[in-house]
């Protein structure tokens, strides 16, 4: 399984970027359950939000306050993370995570299996 996030870069406070993870490599027959972590200077890493593969429902971390939406594309493998009105508390590594298995998997991403290499988001205020 291979995850591969970009998408992120300078941008002011107030603005919007989206993130894009490819996930690929996922067994024939499994379910995952995909999402976004965050790690803040000094912090720990957090649950941003959380897609599921079975139907599509999603769950978000304590820090979204309706400004994160997460998407996938099944046809193109692909997770998105719309970020509106940023902060400089948003600035940090955003992670593409996954978890699969063989059967269907809902909810919050828990302990995920599988980290990217994350991309870095950075607002200025």
């Known amino acids: 399984v291979q995850l591969q996030a970009s998408g992120g870069g300078l941008v002011q406070s107030g603005g919007s970027l989206r993130l894009s993870c490819a996930a690929s490599?996922?067994?024939?027959?499994?379910?995952?359950?995909l999402g976004w972590y965050r790690q803040a200077p000094g912090r720990e890493r957090e649950e941003v939000a959380c897609?599921?593969?079975?139907?599509?429902?999603?769950t978000y971390g304590r820090s979204n306050q309706g400004r994160f939406t997460i998407s996938r594309d099944a046809a193109e493998n692909m997770i998105y993370l719309q970020v509106d009105n940023l902060r400089p508390e948003d600035t940090g590594v955003y992670y593409c995570?996954?978890?699969?298995?063989?059967?269907?998997?809902?909810?919050?991403?828990?302990?995920?299996?599988?980290y990217g290499q994350g991309t870095l988001v950075t607002v200025s205020s």
């Open positions: 995570v996954a978890d699969w298995t063989y059967y269907e998997l809902k909810g919050p991403c828990v302990a995920p299996r599988l």
């Open positions: 490599g996922f067994p024939q027959n499994s379910y995952q359950r």
């Open positions: 897609i599921s593969s079975s139907d599509g429902s999603t």
